[in-house]
């Protein structure tokens, strides 16, 4: 069956970086795109962008460009997403999904919080 | 960008009630539409995919339709375990969007 597995929890300060895994199994992974999408404490789904794994064509949400950057590894089958000079209102859970217009697979999940 | 605005923004709903959500967009989207079902401490799942094609699994009381600007989403006699947040979201252009999302309380 499809899944995507994300890395775990993190804690950063302000102005760090994380980098975010995403390892997909169960279908061809260059055959689909995956798109990046964030949950603030109690707030909405936000998207924050698409990668395409078959030739890795990026499209990022304006708010983050300059911020974060998307990339895959076809050998391993693994997305990953980096996002950069981490403030406050970066802390969310940010998920990973696979997409063809829909998105019919979800990771976990991955609790990122950014406190001094 | 396309915006979606859902409403209501919160419904509380007997067991057995119909749930009728609205997700509204700022222009036409064709059918490019999809609505997900998020509940506490869980990953979104996929309901319904370009408004009204049902997906493996989920159970046949979920329902879409619409096209161009308005969209439903309907569940049909509701069960208690359909307490959650709804999420219409668009793929018809970048940048992708999501509604606000319907909260859903089981009275």
């Known amino acids: 069956q499809v899944q995507l597995v994300q890395s775990g929890a993190e804690v950063k300060k302000p102005g760090a970086s994380v980098k975010v895994s995403c390892k997909a199994s169960g279908y061809t992974f260059t055959s689909y795109g995956i798109s990046w999408v964030r949950q603030a404490p109690g707030q909405g789904l936000e998207w924050m962008g698409w990668?395409?794994?078959?030739?890795?064509?990026?499209n990022y949400a304006q708010k983050l460009q300059g911020r974060v950057t998307m990339t895959t590894d076809t050998s391993t089958s693994t997305a990953y997403m980096e996002l950069r000079s981490l403030r406050s209102d970066d802390t969310a859970v940010y998920y990973c999904?696979?997409?063809?217009?829909?998105?019919?697979?979800w990771g976990q999940g991955t609790l990122v919080t950014v406190s001094s | 960008e396309i915006v979606l605005t859902q409403s209501p923004d919160f419904q509380s709903v007997t067991p057995k009630e119909k749930v009728t959500i609205t997700c509204r967009a700022s222009q036409s989207i064709g059918s490019s539409l999809h609505w997900y079902q998020q509940k506490p401490d869980q990953s979104p799942k996929l309901l319904i995919k370009?408004?009204?094609q049902s997906i493996s699994g989920v159970p046949s009381r979920f329902s879409g339709s619409g096209s161009g600007t308005d969209f439903t989403l309907t569940i049909n006699s509701l069960e208690a375990e359909d307490a959650a947040t709804y999420y219409c979201?668009?793929?018809?252009?970048?940048?992708?969007?999501f509604g606000q999302g319907t909260k859903v309380e089981i009275k």
């Open positions: 999904a696979r997409v063809s217009g829909e998105m019919a697979a």
């Open positions: 979201h668009q793929s018809s252009s970048l940048p992708w969007t």
């Open positions: 370009y408004a009204s």
């Open positions: 990668i395409s794994a078959y030739n890795g064509n990026t």
